[in-house]
């Protein structure tokens, strides 16, 4: 059974830094596109950063220059690293593995992270 688990979240003051990384068992991340999403109380969940299999990124507007997005395929992980919180980063941060073909969608349960003013 696919699972990926998240971890690094907590409470942190704006301007500070977490660490988010999401593991892998039963799948390899090797060939697919990770992602980190994030949901904020009344909103929809977006984009926040992905990386292919070959290393390119793209980041949402709001985190581009604060935040990076790092995999590592040997070990079936995806982090990101988060520097220079805001307030508005709070949110449930959730690692998304996806496939094209054959077609393959994972989730994480979500880490919260808090960013207080």
């Known amino acids: 059974q696919v699972q990926l688990v998240e971890s690094g979240g907590g409470l942190v003051q704006a301007g500070g830094s977490l660490r988010l990384s999401c593991a892998a068992s039963?799948?390899?991340?090797?060939?697919?596109?990770l992602g980190w999403y994030r949901q904020a109380p009344g909103k929809q969940r977006e984009l926040v950063a992905r990386?292919?299999?070959?290393?390119?990124?793209n980041y949402a507007d709001s985190v581009k220059g604060r935040f990076t997005i790092s995999r590592d395929n040997a070990k079936n992980t995806v982090d990101l690293q988060m520097n220079s919180l805001k307030p508005e980063d709070t949110a449930v941060y959730y690692c998304?593995?996806?496939?094209?073909?054959?077609?393959?969608?994972?989730w994480g349960q979500g880490t919260q992270v808090t960013v207080s003013s």
């Open positions: 990386i292919t299999s070959g290393g390119s990124t």
């Open positions: 039963g799948s390899t991340f090797s060939g697919k596109l």
């Open positions: 998304n593995a996806y496939r094209n073909i054959p077609y393959y969608n994972a």
